[in-house]
């Protein structure tokens, strides 16, 4: 692991249906790794856990499991910020307890929605439960409870292919010539493994591919199956939902799960 959001929302990912054992006592897996307390609200002790798996840096402050404190954290960095990003933290204030109760990562971003990968919640989305779960929360207008975004001190991806955001940048030449390569070559053959796990990522992400597949970097048959599928959640058909990238799906994968793209 290298500290960078697509590694970040690949492990959080494969985290969903986590569940805490036994259910209801906040006991969980996450505790040890983030060197906090078990048995005490984790949603804070599971994005810690998991920057300190992936190798992320901690912004000072920020290693806690107290949710204000975190807040406060980011804040104090100069990295708390009104519009989410993918990989970001955000920040969920709780009218009866009057201040932060709950954090969770930003999965994507769509419109006036965040997609979020959160500990210690139920489905229904409440600020405490039993597991992990995904879930769709309003970021912007009246109506939202988020109070900011924390931005973690991601590393940036490969020779050029990164901005200082931590933002990647995927080649459509590369993983086009990777999913004609790879595909057709012996198990597990990579071409550009880098560019791929970008690709790979966003299609977890988009419940389209199993994050076991997530991280070898090939552009298999498995992936292109996946990809076919985006193309059709596109309202592509026959040649242009080959599981083959072209720069439109391209982009739009991009767009919704934080990276660039180029020719």
């Known amino acids: 692991m290298s500290g960078t959001v697509r590694e970040l929302l690949t492990w959080a990912a494969a985290q969903v249906r986590t569940m805490e054992k036994p259910l209801g006592s906040n006991k969980n897996p996450y505790a040890a790794k983030a060197g906090h307390a078990n048995g005490q609200a984790w949603c804070a002790t599971f994005l810690v856990a998991g920057w300190k798996i992936n190798k992320v840096p901690l912004v000072a402050g920020t290693d806690t499991a107290f949710t204000p404190s975190m807040q406060a954290g980011f804040k ?27 954090v969770f990562f930003v999965e994507r971003v769509e419109g006036d929605f965040v997609k979020s990968i959160e500990g210690n919640t139920n489905l229904d989305g ?30 940036s991806v490969g020779r050029g292919s990164a901005l200082r955001s931590g933002v990647p940048t995927v080649s459509l030449a590369r993983v086009v010539a990777a999913a004609k390569k790879d595909a057709p070559g012996p198990d597990g053959a990579t071409s550009f493994p880098a560019e791929v796990r970008v690709v790979e990522a966003a299609l ?17 048959t498995v992936t292109i199956k996946a990809y076919a599928q985006f193309q059709r959640k596109l ?11 072209g720069m439109d799906s391209l982009k739009r994968l991009g767009l919704k799960h934080g990276f660039r793209t180029a020719a």
Not at 76 to 84: C, D, E, M, T
Not at 204 to 220: Q, R, T, W, Y
């Open 76 to 102: 104090n960095a100069g990295k708390l910020f009104n519009s989410p990003r993918a990989g970001d933290v955000g920040f969920l204030f709780d009218k009866d307890l009057g201040r932060i109760a709950h």
């Open 126 to 155: 409440s600020r405490t439960g039993v597991g992990v779960f995904r879930h769709s929360r309003r970021w912007t207008g009246g109506a939202t409870m988020i109070r900011g975004f924390g931005r973690p001190d991601y590393k």
């Open 204 to 220: 977890v992400a988009e419940g389209l591919l199993s994050p076991a597949f997530a991280k070898d970097g090939s552009f298999g």
């Open 235 to 245: 309202g592509f058909t026959g040649k242009d939902a080959d599981g083959i990238p």
